[in-house]
């Protein structure tokens, strides 16, 4: 699998993610990783290249109010990689994202 084929890298998907949440999203200590994975391919329903499956999904490291996992994901365009995912809290409000590069 090559990571650099997965079209998830730029800042403005991980913007994106921040605004397309629904106001529903739980708390990150009642999300796990499938949880998360739903609401990133929702998010990506919304972009050029969306997210089409993912295996292996597991998780990476939690806090209370950060969570991130990653998987192996195919995307709508056939590319194939590495996807991170994380939901945190910020602001009293519950934010997803994804990417093909680690989040700092």
Do not use: W
């Amino acid at each position: 699998m090559r990571a650099s084929s997965l079209k998830l890298g730029s800042a403005l998907i991980v913007l994106a993610a921040a605004t397309l949440l629904p106001a529903c999203t739980p708390k990150v200590s009642g999300m796990d990783c499938n949880a998360i994975l739903d609401q990133a391919k929702r998010i990506s329903q919304g972009q050029t290249v969306k997210i089409q499956s993912v295996a292996n999904v597991h998780e990476i490291s939690r806090t209370e109010t950060d969570a991130r996992c990653q998987g192996d994901a195919t995307m709508s365009d056939n590319s194939t990689g590495t996807i991170y995912l994380r939901a945190y809290e910020e602001n009293g409000n519950t934010i997803v994202a994804y990417q093909g590069t680690p989040f700092p």
